[in-house]
C-alpha cells in the first residue's frame, strides 16, 4: 500500500479520535521538530535526554500514530527542548 497524506479529518476518523486532539498534537509535533532543528539537535541527542529511543523520535516526529501519542509525551519533548507551554481552555462555540 503506497503512503498518501491525510488530513487531520481523516485520520481522526479512522482511528475514532478526537479531531480537534489529533490536529493539536500535529501542531506540537511541528513546533517540536523545527525547535530541535533549530537548535541543531539531533533526534539521537533528544532521545537521550528524554530517555527513549532514536527512533521512537523519528516515529513521532513523522507523524505515525500521532493520535496515539499522549500529550503528556509531546510535553516532555518541548521542555526536553528548553520550551514552555501552557494549557488554555475556552467554551466551545
Not at 489529533?22 to 539531533?42: A, G, H, N, P
Amino acid at each position: 500500500m503506497a503512503w498518501k497524506e491525510v488530513t487531520a479529518e481523516e485520520l481522526a476518523k479512522t482511528l475514532g479520535a478526537n479531531v480537534a486532539e489529533v490536529r493539536e498534537k500535529q501542531r506540537l509535533v511541528k513546533v517540536i521538530v523545527k525547535t530541535r532543528k533549530e537548535k541543531d539537535l539531533s533526534q539521537a541527542a533528544l532521545a537521550k535526554k528524554l530517555g527513549i529511543s532514536q527512533a521512537r523520535v523519528a516515529q513521532i516526529e513523522s507523524g505515525i500514530g500521532t493520535a496515539k501519542v499522549t500529550f503528556d509525551v509531546l510535553f516532555n519533548m518541548l521542555v526536553a527542548l528548553g520550551l514552555d507551554y501552557k494549557v488554555v481552555t475556552k467554551k466551545a462555540a
